[in-house]
């Protein structure tokens, strides 16, 4: 890679997962990545109270969420937000890709898959795309 | 009258026979006679003067002497002669004539002379004829007679007496004549005096006489008459009582015979009533002499078994002396028989009316009465059944009815008497009928035959219509022809059969309409009826049907095998049931047939129904749905199975991802390299197998994301064996068999690769010592007998992708198991189970169907059938040949249409390009992140979710400035494009890009920097 124009550190990371341990190992691997900013909620709802509560349109501009969770499924969430954020970075972790739930998390707006288990570099990746756009449109 | 005319004939008679002498008396001579002569004198003188004066004039004028011609001369002389001539017979003449008229005078004065003695004063008429039959004297009583004559003293006797007068002369006899005129008839006595020379006539008037003569006569004549009469009545009455006496001789002979010889007696009794006369008759009948009735009265008979009343009116009668007729009484005969006797008797009366007793008849009415009694009694039961009759009698003339009984009446809702009051009963008929019945009444008038049975719609007095069965014949009543009908009342039973007919219709309706064939056959087989699905399947009509028997319509052993059921039937008297194959033009159907018998009253089988349903359909369906319940048991069992699959992974995904997530800290955690830290990367290296493995049952559970597209199977087959050669092993022969032209499928093409992979790879491993193994593809019409084998699967055209091999085959019993995941035949460590399985899945989840035809020892084929689709692929490789090619540019392909992607990905990999993809702009910016070197070109779509285009290319140009910008948009130019930051010198193509337009337009670009940097 010869210029990255956008920059990982300036990511401000929301992970969503109902797992603990995979909150905590996303957030380990994001802290490797280069991301300072990293939230975690348990569900959907707490993902959208924390959305809502802050007024800074920065304060996140890239959600990690896992498709499948108990109350609201990542789909949904997706939906919340997009009427609120419509050009917010939501990339979809999965275990076991529900095909109706891809299909539908595509329709409404998420911009990419990540399947469990995670690796490292594939995470990097799609962060790195996503923090040139957010630079882009910074 | 009568008597006047008798008298003038005999008259006549008298005149006629000459025995009349008529007196010719002398005229009146002196007064007659001078005028007589005088008249002749005169008429000399006058002829004489009348030729004097002729004379004298031609003497006087000279021509008789002085003017003398000779001819006129001689001619004057003849004429004076003749004038002399008559002159001389004038005076002559006259002269003679005097003479003898003086002559006759002197003899009529002699005449007068000897009337001395005439009876001057006679009271009666005298007259005195000369000899000259001229009236000489007529006294003064002869004046009236005169006048009656119109004869006068001179003048000629009357014509009709002178015959009689001339010859009395020479008889000289008195004659005697009746003569009549004016009215009165006089006795004439011709009284001739020849001495004398004259006759006398004595006439006396006799009309008093002559009319007393002829009313004696007539009375007379009367008399006779009467007398005659009399006589020959007295004539006729003395031979007609002779004639009589014979006829009754003859009579009394007849009747004796008659009385003798007739069944009946002759009885007389006399006026004491006491019996004293009986023909033998009697005798012969009771065996009682006639001696031993004979002085007996009726009364001493005794009054036997006559009812009181007949035998006190018939003793009144005797003792009234009335006649009586046929009083009957009994005879109790001595050999023990009642015998009936009828006896008519009149009372006989003398001249003196006086009556002398009774005389009649008796007679033995014993057989008459029996047949009397009997033709009562049959008259009376006759009348019973006709009174009692249920059935409605009538018998009319001219519709006119004579009798009605009862029955009829009450059928018609009438009296008897207000019917027999009718004129006319076919008041009683309905109108629709009456025409009809009158037509047939005026065709036996003329003598056709007519029905004399029929039914008819009668009227009852409320108006109500019933029907009635008539039959009809001739009669006689009172010796006059009549017309006897007989009526019964049908109308329940018309509503009967009106409802048995309807309930026939509604049976037959629904036995034709019934879709089973049903039959009834009698005892002997043969076929009562059949219906219309019968018809259809026997190939024959009911009626056709009827009285055949199977043998008559079926190959023998068909019908030995239905009779054979019927006869268990008729034997057993049970149902039975039989499956019956019926192989017709268009197939064998089945019958289920069920055969019942149906008995009479008394249990006995008299015929065999049969209804057969066609249960092919069901069998089938029952096989099919047998079928389908084995293929949902397998299908829920690999539901539930992939239910189970995807639910482990999800859950062992995340488990993974925690014992790779903190394996991998730990990893970076240990510093040293050491035991530890190899052991995490082996748990880290077997979690990342774990991984495959989960991704693997993930598409067996089908929640493997699918990318479907329409794609061209035969590159897809191409493709995956270019990478199965290697793999294949150079022991095994691997052939591509393709029908020609495109066969296109919406599928998602890396999994259909993979799919067709794991086949290959499990048909390499059937066979170990290697063999033939066959990928095919071909379109395949599949009919209903393929897609009743699996479930979903419909009747059309698809896609067949087969891979056959030459190997060991499927082991039946391990079919039902092949795509469980996790089952396998491979050695251990061989195979991990999850190859058919994971076929499996994707054809579940891509509406593929897969298809197993095994044969152990000889090999399996594997098939594939996917629906074939008519669009363009998406994924098509063109034809690079002809287009401008690159040198390993590097291009970054952005395109969110996946089936896209990979067509121009693969076109411009073949034009020589190095090409980079992404579906959307975060992926292609992955992309740029991983790529080092330059990217030549982005070709990119405009509108993607998120991140387009545009941006897209403003991000990656603010890395890349060089890079050149393609967009492919669903607008015609950029100056179309919505929206702002469009990067500059961006080339665009209108979507639909065809591939030679894209390389040239990528080619033109790519060469157009490279003039611009050359330049």
Known sequence: ????????????????????????????MLRNIGVNQIFTARDGKAALDFLGETDDADMVNLILCDLVMPRMTGVELLKQVRSVHPDIPF???????????????????????????????????????????????? | MHARTRATVNFMKYLNSGNVSVLAGEDNFSTRHVLYLAGLTLLGVFVLSIAWEFLYEDLISGNLGGHYHPEETGERWEYVATVMVFTAVALVVPVLVSGKVIRRNVRTEQKIKSLASFPEHSPNPTLRFGSDNVLLYANAASTPFLDAIQCAVGDSVPVAWTRALNDLPTTGNQGRLEYACSGRTFSILLHPMPEAGYVD?????????????????????????????????????????????????????????????????IWEMDEELRFSHYSPRLAEITGVRPEELIGKTRRDLGKGEIEDEKWHRHLMD???????????????????????????????????????????????????QQAEAALSNSEQRFRNLVEGSIQGILIHRDRKPLYVNQAWADIHGYTVDEVMAMDSVDGLISEEDRARMAAYRARRMHGEEVPTWYEYQAVQKDGSLIWLENRTSITTWDGEPAIFSCVVDITERKRAEDALQKSEARFRAVLDNSPTKIHIKDEEGRYLLINRQAEILYGITDAEARCRTSYDIFPKEVADSFAGHDQRVIETGHTVEEEEEWHLPDGVRTYLTVKFPILDADGNVTSVGAIGTDITERKKADEERAELGRQLVQSQKMDAIGQLTGGIAHDFNNLLMIIDGYSNQAIQQIKRNGPAKESLAHVVEATDKAAILTQQLLVFSRRQIME??????????????????????????????MDDGDICAETDSAQLGQAVMNLVINARDAMPRGGSIVVGLRVAEVGDEFTARHRGMTPGRYAEIFVKDQGSGIDPKDLPHIFEPFFTTKAQGKGTGLGLAMVYGFAQQSGMVVDVSSEPGKGSIFRLYLPTVDREPEVALPDVGNLPRGNGEVILLVEDDLSLLKLSSRTLDDLGYTVLTASDGFEALEVDDEIEGPIH???????????????????????????????????????????????????????PVKQDVLARTIHAVLERDALCLAG
């Open chain 2, 318 to 368: 005797l003792d009234a002396r009335r006649p009586f007729r046929d009083f009957r009484y009994t005879y109790k005969h001595e050999d023990g028989r009642t015998l009936h006797f009828s006896t008519s008797g009149k009372p006989v009366f003398d001249e003196d009316g006086r009556f002398k007793g009774y005389r009649g008849t008796g007679s033995d009415i014993t057989e008459r």
């Open chain 2, 708 to 737: 479907k597209g329409v794609v061209a199977l035969d590159g897809v087959l191409r493709e995956t064996l270019g990478l199965l050669e290697r793999s294949v092993g150079e022991r095994h022969d691997l052939k591509l068999e």
């Open chain 1, 91 to 138: 990339l979809i972790i999965t275990g076991h890709a529900e095909i109706r739930h891809v299909q539908d998390a595509k329709t409404h707006g998420a911009n990419a898959f990540l399947k469990k288990p995670v690796s490292m570099q594939e995470l990097k990746k799609k962060l790195l795309a996503v923090a040139r756009v957010v630079g882009h449109r910074r």
């Open chain 2, 201 to 265: 006539v004595y006439a006396h008037d006799i009309t008093e006489r002559i009319w007393t003569e002829d009313a004696l006569h007539t009375v007379n004549e009367r008399l006779e008459q009467r007398v005659n009469e009399r006589t020959s009545k007295l004539s006729r009455e003395i031979a007609e009582r002779e004639q009589a006496q014979a006829a009754l001789r003859v009579s009394e002979h007849r009747y004796r015979d008659i009385a003798e010889s007739s069944s009946d007696w």
């Open chain 1, 1 to 28: 890679m010869t210029t990255i124009t956008g920059n990982i550190s300036d990511l401000n990371v929301l992970v969503v997962d109902d797992s603990f341990d995979v909150l905590n190992i996303l957030k380990n």
């Open chain 2, 937 to 991: 070109l982005l070709l990119s779509d405009v509108v993607m979710p998120n991140l387009g285009g545009f941006e897209l290319a403003d991000i990656l140009q603010k890395a890349r400035p060089d890079m050149k910008i393609v967009f492919i948009s669903g607008y015609p130019s950029n100056d179309h494009v919505p929206g702002t930051g469009i990067p500059k010198h961006a080339t665009f193509l209108q979507k």
